[in-house]
Every structure is written in C-alpha cells, then in structure tokens.
C-alpha cells in the first residue's frame, strides 16, 4: 500500500473521531487531568505531567471545553492506527483494530494512556527503523558475498604487486557494506520518544528491557548498538527528568504511592488473573492470547526479520510481563494496553501461514468478535440502556447523571450570590465542579488522596464554605463550625433510579 492510500483512510478516521470528541459524554478522570492543565508542574501525585501539558497545549488552541481538551486524544488514536498499518500487512486487521473498543470508542478519552500509546507506537516505529538500518538488506548481502570475491582476488593481486589500489579500495567498500551504522541523531530520536513516553505513564519503562532484547535477538557485534543504545537511555533520563525533580520536591511520596497500587496482593490468583484475561478479551479480541505460544515457539524465526524482531519483544515481554502481575496484584484494565500495538504484524505473519484454511480463517474472524460485541453494546446502551446491566454498574449513565448534577450544583451556588470555596470529599466531583468554574477543594482525609490533597486542603482552613456532600461532615472534620444549613438537594437520578445525592451544605464560624 503506498503512502496515499494509507493517509486518506486514517484522515476519515481522524475525522470521526473529533466528531465523536464532541458527542460523547465526558468522564470525570478527563476533568481530572484538564485540572492539572490549569496548574502545570514537573509531575503529579497520579501520573507523570504529559497529559497536563497536551491538554493545556489544546486548550490554548480550542478554548476549556470537552473538545479542546479531547483533541490530542484523537491526534494519538489515529497515530497509533497509523503506525500499526505501517507495520501490518493484512489490512484486514487493521481495520479490525479499529473496531475495538480501545479505537473505536475510547480512542476519544483523554487519559495518560493517550499520550502513552502514542509515544508507544512512536517508538515501535522509530526501533524497527534502527533494527532495518542495522540489518542488511538481502540485496545488500549478495553485494557483500561479490565484494568477498572481488576482495580475495584483489589480495592475490596485491600479493603479485599487480593491483594494490584496487585492495584497499574494493576492502573500504567491503567494510561499508558489512557494517551498517545508524546515524547519532536516531538515538537522539529515540531516546526523545522514551522520554516523552515515561513523561506520560511509567508503563512505558518497559519498553526499555524489551528493547535492549531486541538487539540481543539481532546477533550483531556490541559495538554497533550498545553505545547508541546507551547514548538514548541517558537522552530519555534527561527528558523524563522533570518526574524525579517533582518527587525529590515530595520526599518520593507519588513514586511510593503508585508502587504501594501495584505491589498490593490479591487474595485469589486465578481470579486475579481470570479478570484480567477477560477485560482484555473484551477489549481486543482472543487473537493476543492464543498468538502468544505461537510467538514464543517461533522467536528464532521471526527474528531474522527486523519488523518482526521488534514486534516480537515489545509485545511478548510486556503481555508476559502483565499476566505474571496479575497473578500477584489487581490490574487496571488499561495496563496493559502497550501489549495490543505490536501484536497486529505478528499476527499477519501466523494468518499468511494458515489462510489456506477456510476453518483457521473462520476462527481468526471470531477471535475479534468479542471486541465486535462489546462496541455493538457499548453504543446500544448509550442510547437505549440494556436492562441486564444493572444499574449500580451502569458507569455511562451515572456519568452523564453526575455531570448534570454537577452543573446544576454551580447553578444553585451561583443563585446564593456569594461564590466561597466548595469543598467535597472525591477528587471526581471536585473536578466535575472545577470544570464548572468553582473553587472546588477535596477534603484531606475522606476518600483516597489526589493531586488536589497536595498540600492538604481542610475546612477548617476558611470560616465560611461550601461543602457537597450528602450528609455533614464528620466531626472531626469540621471542628469550630455549628451545625451546617441545607441550601439545596440535588438528585441524581439515571434510569429511573437515583443515586447519592448532591446537598450542598453551608458551613460558617460566622
């Protein structure tokens, strides 16, 4: 497929999604992070900064709405699309990919995981560029095999005094063909992708030992990759350098919080891993799981194949990687999202091997079924709810419920005339009302702590204030104030049943 053919439909498909940016109901993780771009820092308590600094990019350009801030998602979604059909070459699954949940409704969200696949796939791209620059060409192999010649010929004649120039020259051109280099800017690329990839979430350090074995896969002499490889870690420590800075400032509380997250034990193993398995099923199909033995049975061969080589390290060590943890600790089902980029060309080099069969063909259409299923369902319930979800789990609905809410809730505060700092117990409803344009604060202590508990927000810092919450605050959180007065109740009802409300309660020593 030439370059033209290859752009048109990933611009349709951009296209989509920022009609999809626009329709699709916000989450309150997204306010999350669009609150960050409203105070840029090195890092952040959750994550690193590269979601903030995209947002606030975005923003800038198209103005603190859910587009403006949902653009760069769709800028890293179609990327990402791109990259894999680069190195795809049954388009089949290309266009299959794109009808995974991850691209075909989630491609619009805009998480740390946006920028985190795309500098994922960046990097996929930029290595197996290195690895085809390090590999000779089949063409440039029969070169060499004739320079050989040429060259034991020109030494016989050397030897007999008759040609000596034709020596050194015909072994320089031997020398040049033998030994492929990569040029000291490429490292400098690569090592600026890592760093920006670490900068969005520290998934992306795996990418690092699945490279380094990408090179040893290679056999080539250490000297033509291990300084350049070098060279690029110390680029991207330098990038990503703004994460350290940030957690010297906090004595390492947000690294020590997020290995605490992941090193926490689940009481069962096999469910552990059962849920996992099956999240990622949903999301992508059977196809990265029953290809994995398959892989790993056939390293040595995909090996000897650069676009391959790559594709094998960075999708079996990070999924085996991911499976072993879930056997350990509770995986979020967008861990292990990284896996799923580079598993597509291996998967088209198994599908060119079993295509005569009409079974295998069968069966690779209903390794993507599950994923099929699950769009079909998503967009059903979004517009009529599918009554066997129950309704506690219906977190689209909810979601929608609670954004209303929260609009409604700066409505009422905006009628008292006297616009004080709102305090909540969540840092999901206190960015819901951020993004409604009120001093929102969480209260330190309540609920899990967040970017918006550092420092520590209390109520007791002010004499008069907001607080949402569906009852008072506890004692202990609200010493020095009488009783609180109810300025308003707002419900917040979805399919027909309602959920904690929304009171507003005003606290004043006054």
Known sequence: MDERNRIWPIAVLFAIYLVLATVLPAVDDEFYYWCWSKDVQWSYFDHPPMSAVLMRLSTTLFGDTVFGFRFPACVSSAFVIYVISRLTPIKGFVWAVVLTPLFAIFAVVMTPDSPLIMCWAAYLWWLVEVHRRLTPTADERRKSEVHVQIYSNAQLAETAQLVPDQSRTTSAALEQVQQPGIPQHWWFIGGVILGCGVLSKYTMGLAVPAGFLSFLFARRRWQEWLPGYVAHGVCAFVVASPI????????????????????????????????????????????????????????????????????????????????????????????????????????????????????????????????????????????????????????????????????????????????????????????????????????????RPSHFTRPPRRLTDVDRAYVVLETPLPSEFSEGYPPPRLIADIPVVYRGQADRPYRIWLYSKD
């Open 244 to 447: 350290l800075i940030f957690n010297i400032g906090h004595d390492f509380e947000p690294l020590h919080f997020q290995w605490k997250h992941v090193a926490e034990k689940v009481p069962s193993s096999l469910r552990s891993l059962g849920d996992f398995v099956g999240v990622q099923i949903l999301a992508f199909g059977t196809m990265p799981f029953f290809l994995f033995p398959w892989v790993c049975y056939h390293t040595r061969q995909l090996c000897r194949n650069p676009r391959l080589r790559v594709c094998v390290c960075l999708y079996a060590l990070p999924l085996a990687f991911f499976v072993y943890k879930s056997t350990q600790s509770r995986l979020e089902a967008n861990w292990a999202l990284i896996c799923f980029i580079s598993v597509w060309p291996l998967a088209s080099e198994w599908y060119q091997s079993v295509r005569a069969s009409q079974t295998w063909r069968w069966l690779t259409a209903a390794a993507f079924l599950p994923p099929l299923l699950s769009v079909i369902a998503i967009y059903t319930h979004m517009i009529c709810p599918i009554s066997i979800v129950p309704v506690r789990a219906d977190r689209i609905h909810r979601q929608i419920a609670q954004n209303a809410a929260a609009r409604e809730v700066e409505k009422k505060i905006r009628e008292q005339g006297e616009l004080l700092p709102v305090y909540t117990d969540t840092y999901q409803l206190t960015s819901l009302l951020r993004f409604q344009s009120l001093d929102a604060r969480q209260i330190f202590g309540l609920t």
